[in-house]
């Protein structure tokens, strides 16, 4: 007998089953309820609206499930477990307590059935097994693996993230595994997090399978993703750090870029000079990220230069603006504008650096005044003509050797972190004290909330009271030389202490 048959009569058995169960006949009801153990369950009285998933969840506690087989008409499905001691396990547990689906109480019992003949070959089925079966760990709560089951949102964390990663990118690498209805982002411990929400919870469950633990680009930008609690997400603006899909016509938000029409368009162009550095995620995801990647440089272009305005402009140097641009790059030149003393032109080494550097420093405070970070259309910060003197407001760094990510593969890539109260100190000499420190970084104009030397003294942790008064410390004390020829290095961290 073929796949097809087997299924057609497990299905008018099931059914007899339950016309059994739910008739007045007493010789019927007694039969149905002395069914012996078997792995297949037989569950009745099914929300209409219920998934696979949610059904799968109420076996997930108890073992491994094999096969699922949903009768949508009739409110009810048949579930195969791996072996019947789960099964007996299940139907115990269940006798004790009633289980629930979306509120709905539902009724569980052996099938005459001592398994399930469906094609195995259902790759949805197949998929939402092993998508739902993912959620579960051996301390799972059964109420737990139904909420996770049955939510479409999904919480990301993104570490080591040396390249940024924009809420297109999210949506071009987890479109692929569903509709993305909603995107929110936002910066928590100092790390980049995002909520992500599909319009069915199938597809979060198999984007978790495919992508928790990948990384987004070689070596760099690794995913940790869980499910969030929240069943549905409130996006009020459409902007580059939330955005509704399903509703074009929100604001973009005070203070917010409104988003260029153009913009996703540029997202589907192929550019495959740059997938060299893509580290494909899977097979499902390879373009998606591929595309993500194209995003990033079709944003920036090729240009590595930007644009910063709103500066202090009676405090504000070619070295400060080097030094703190020089936290997320490697910078080449600076050039303050001589009719606009509030702007700078900053070329960064590539256009990789200049989106990592606009997405950390947009917004922060310098000097008193909120800095604005934008791409420029320029490609290069020309040098002033020979023998033209523009009062030292163009400087090349192009050969400093203060730049930080000269070094491939350098561990300071694995380090960068957003602006933060607390910073990370290294370089520090042997006989250099925690006083030392407290009394050099207070006469930076900031007070030291708390400090920590790491066990060989030659690196510290030290906390300033607000994240303004970090950025102001790290411009003024990074190469601070310690005498000895010995330069402090700053950078921000995200620890605390």
């Given at each position: 007998m073929d796949g097809i048959s087997d299924v057609a009569v497990g299905v008018k058995r099931g059914s007899e089953e339950l016309n059994g169960a739910s008739n007045g006949s007493d010789s019927k009801k007694l039969r149905v309820e002395e069914a012996p153990p078997s792995r297949v369950i037989h569950i009745r009285k099914l929300p209409n609206e219920a998934s696979e998933a949610e059904v799968i969840a109420l076996g997930l506690p108890f073992g491994k499930v094999t096969n699922i087989l949903t009768l949508k008409g009739k409110n009810q499905a048949f579930l195969e477990m791996g072996t019947e001691e789960a099964a007996i396990t299940m139907v115990n547990y269940y006798t004790t307590v009633t289980p629930h689906i979306r509120n709905v109480p539902v009724f569980i019992q052996y099938?005459?059935?001592?398994?399930?003949?469906?094609?195995?070959?259902n790759q949805r089925t197949q998929a939402v097994l092993q998508a739902v079966s993912a959620v579960q760990s051996p301390s799972s709560d059964v109420q737990e693996v139904l909420a996770a089951a049955s939510s479409p949102v999904l919480r990301i964390i993104i570490d080591n993230m040396f390249y940024p990663v924009?809420?297109?990118?999210?949506?071009?690498?987890?479109?692929?595994?569903?509709?993305?209805m909603k995107i929110i982002t936002f910066t928590k411990n100092n790390q980049f997090q995002a909520l992500l929400q599909f319009s069915d919870p199938v597809n979060a469950q198999q984007a978790k399978l495919a992508l928790d633990g990948q990384n987004i680009y070689n070596?760099?930008?690794?995913?940790?993703?869980?499910?969030?609690?929240?069943?549905?997400?409130?996006?009020?603006?459409?902007n580059d750090k939330s955005r509704d899909y399903t509703r074009p016509e929100l604001p973009a938000g005070d203070g917010q870029p409104s988003l260029d029409p153009t913009v996703a368009a540029a997202f589907s162009k192929d550019s495959s000079s740059l997938l060299g550095a893509l580290n494909p995620l899977s097979a499902a995801a390879a373009a998606a990220a591929a595309a993500g990647r194209v995003a990033l440089a079709g944003q920036a272009g090729s240009s590595g230069?930007?644009?910063?305005?709103?500066?202090?402009?009676?405090?504000?140097?070619?070295q400060s603006l080097f030094t703190l641009f020089g936290v997320y790059g490697d910078v080449q030149r600076v050039k303050i504008l001589y009719n606009k003393k509030d702007s700078a032109l900053i070329q960064m080494s590539d256009s990789n650096q200049a989106q990592l550097a606009m997405s950390h420093l947009n917004g922060q405070k310098m000097y008193g005044k909120i800095i604005r970070v934008t791409l420029s259309k320029h490609q290069t910060v020309a040098l002033p003509r020979d023998g033209l003197d523009d009062q030292g407001l163009t400087k090349d760094y192009a050969n400093s050797p203060l730049h930080r990510f000269k070094k491939p593969g350098s561990k300071n890539f694995q380090n960068i972190f957003p602006p933060s109260a607390t910073l990370h100190l290294s370089n520090i000499p042997q006989d250099v004290t925690e006083d030392d420190l407290r009394l050099l970084f207070s006469n930076a104009g900031g007070t030291v909330k708390a400090f920590?030397?790491?066990?060989?003294?030659?690196?510290?942790?030290?906390?300033?009271?607000?994240?303004?008064?970090?950025?102001?410390?790290?411009?003024?004390?990074?190469?601070?030389?310690?005498?000895?020829?010995?330069?402090l290095r700053v950078s921000f961290s995200k620890s605390t202490i």
């Open positions: 099938s005459n059935h001592k398994e399930l003949k469906t094609d195995a070959g924009t809420l297109d990118v999210l949506q071009q690498i987890f479109s692929k595994f569903g509709t993305v070596s760099c930008c690794t995913l940790r993703i869980d499910f969030s609690k929240l069943v549905n997400l409130n996006v009020k603006y459409n230069v930007l644009l910063v305005s709103n500066l202090n402009e009676e405090m504000v140097t070619p920590k030397f790491f066990q060989d003294r030659k690196m510290a942790l030290i906390q300033m009271s607000t994240v303004e008064e970090a950025i102001q410390a790290l411009i003024d004390l990074h190469n601070y030389n310690m005498g000895g020829n010995q330069h």
